[in-house]
């Protein structure tokens, strides 16, 4: 736009919360509720959201394959389920996740985060054995529910940490539980 109405400098990653006006907008017609994806492709940094409306409608999106450059970023809202179905030879994500309090990502058993950013403050479903790999950065924060409780569990069956792999843990001083069966740490 040639005259902005948000300054755009001060928009990171960690502040975009629906408040700024630079992505692009999935918006329901009438009573829609749900969307299916052959392939998202979400390039070159861009945002993509899908519009919420505030009577409490729960919507599903579902995602057959991601393509990318693993520099844009799909944000799942309250109310918002985001179901990929990864091919088994492919798990890895090609864009960035900010699954928000209230909103659920659903994925298939094995999910791999390399060269991208996964922020969870809300919850993922299916994943049970994660690899965080080469510029992959998995971001834990505490997960709020619908009476705003904060929920310290998270659980795994396998976290493999590669070389240039972080996980992270944002959370206060009584900070977060992760169980699990198995945990690999290649290097740090």
Known sequence: PRRPQIDFSVLDDQQHKGEDSARTWIVPIEDQTSFAFKEMS???GAHLSLFNHS??????????????????????????????????????LMWSL????GGQLEMSEHLEVK?????????????????????????????????????RYVRFRTVIIEGD????????????????????????
Do not use: C
């Not at 992959?136 to 997960?143: A, D, H, T, V």
């Not at 206060?172 to 992760?178: I, N, Q, R, V």
């Open 42 to 44: 979400i390039r070159r």
């Open 55 to 92: 009577d409490g409608t729960l919507y599903n999106v579902r995602v057959a394959k991601t393509s990318g450059d693993k520099t844009g970023m799909m944000h799942v809202g309250p109310s918002q389920i985001l179901h990929v179905s990864q091919p088994p030879e492919s798990p890895d």
């Open 98 to 101: 900010l699954v928000y309090p």
């Open 115 to 151: 060269d991208m950013t996964l922020i969870l403050e809300g919850d993922l479903l299916g994943a049970q054995n994660l690899t965080i790999g080469h510029g992959g950065k998995l971001i834990l924060r505490p997960q709020t529910n619908a009476t705003w409780d904060s929920t």
């Open 165 to 188: 792999g972080e996980l992270s843990v944002e959370s206060d001083e009584t900070g977060l539980f992760l169980s699990g069966q198995m945990l690999h740490v290649h290097s740090g």
